[in-house]
């Protein structure tokens, strides 16, 4: 009897120690499906079960520094993401890499997932941090080293953000151009052009851009030299008027004085477009049979005339003779002018 009753003894206690055992078990299988779950606070909790359960349970033990490790990155990476969206861009890189070290020593399904999640945090406060650097940019000098950076990370996002960089450098290309192009700064406007396609080698707006400055160059260039050639043609016909037609008669008068002398008054213009000094008058005097009874010359006073200046002159005939009859109809002739031009 006393064999048959500790063997029954230690048949009970086998088997309860072996349903303590399947339940720590249990409790530490669920524990591991909810932590690959993702829900770790629950999975905390199964693995506490397990070693209450079972208090000489390393595994439990392990499982459950792991998953407690596991909640801190998290919320570590929750930091990291609140400060991202306050634009602390820093600080927020600083935490995903705190993270990253703090579950560098572990491995496995759980951590797997966490790794990714810490590359993708550590992605996303960069491609952040691109957007946040691109704005307010005004110059494509500005915007190159911003372009670097997003180029340089392989991702989707930071290709994305190169893109709408690449475009941005467009826009100021086309805009610094059609500045350039208002003054006719065309060397100008092509240096913008090649520095967007530099970046941009093959957009369409930037090469027909550039085409159109070469043509406009050239149209430009022609219609300057078309200038010249007329400036020169218009100087060459001035200094022309200049040198033989710089003076211009507009009235002369002739009268017979109580002397019987022949008083002669005039007036002149210059057309000259620049001062004329020391004007003379070369006249002659004509009988009433149209004969040259006299002849001399004049000076116009003032002695200076700017353009569109007017002079006088007056002169008289002294020695015309008692017994001439006709004065009246005796008349002067200016022959030509002469002059100096300053």
Do not use: C
Request: glycine share 4%.
């Amino acid at each position: 009897m006393i064999f048959l009753f500790l063997g029954s003894g230690l048949t009970g206690y086998y088997l309860y120690e072996e349903s303590v055992t399947k339940a720590a078990i249990r409790s530490f299988e669920q524990g591991e499906k909810l932590a690959i779950e993702g829900d770790l606070k629950a999975a905390q909790q199964k693995f506490e079960e397990a070693k209450q359960k079972r208090s000489r349970f390393p595994a439990a033990e392990t499982n459950e520094s792991m998953v407690s490790t596991a909640m801190k990155v998290n919320d570590t990476l929750s930091k990291a993401n609140k400060a991202r969206r306050n634009d602390n861009f820093t600080e927020a890189m600083e935490l995903v890499n705190n993270a990253e070290q703090s579950s560098a020593p572990y491995d496995g399904p759980l951590f797997t997932t966490i790794q990714e999640e810490i590359v993708s945090a550590r992605t996303t406060v960069m491609v952040s941090e691109l957007k946040f650097d691109m704005k307010g940019k005004e110059s494509i000098d500005d915007l190159k080293p911003v372009l670097t950076r997003a180029e340089t990370l392989q991702v989707d996002e930071a290709q994305e953000v190169a893109g709408q960089i690449r475009n941005q450098i467009v826009d100021f290309s086309i805009n610094e151009v059609n500045n350039y192009l208002k003054d006719n700064h065309f060397s100008k406007a092509l240096d913008s052009v090649e520095e967007g396609l530099q970046i941009n080698k093959e957009n369409e707006k930037l090469l027909n851009l550039k085409t159109v400055i070469e043509k406009r160059r050239t149209a430009f260039e022609e219609e300057q030299q078309k200038r010249i050639e007329h400036a020169m043609v218009a100087a060459a016909k001035e200094e022309e008027m200049n040198q033989t037609s710089a003076i211009e008669l507009i009235d002369l008068e002739t009268t017979v004085t109580d002397y019987n002398e022949l008083k002669v008054t005039g007036s002149v213009k210059s057309k000259a477009t620049v001062p004329v000094n020391s004007i003379g008058a070369s006249y002659r005097v004509l009988d009433a049979d149209g004969k040259q009874f006299d002849k001399g010359e004049v000076y116009i006073n003032p002695d200076e005339l700017y353009p569109d200046d007017t002079g006088k002159f007056d002169f008289m005939i002294y020695d015309v003779g008692k017994d001439e009859k006709n004065l009246d109809q005796f008349t002067v002739e200016v022959d030509h002018f002469t002059w100096y031009l300053n």
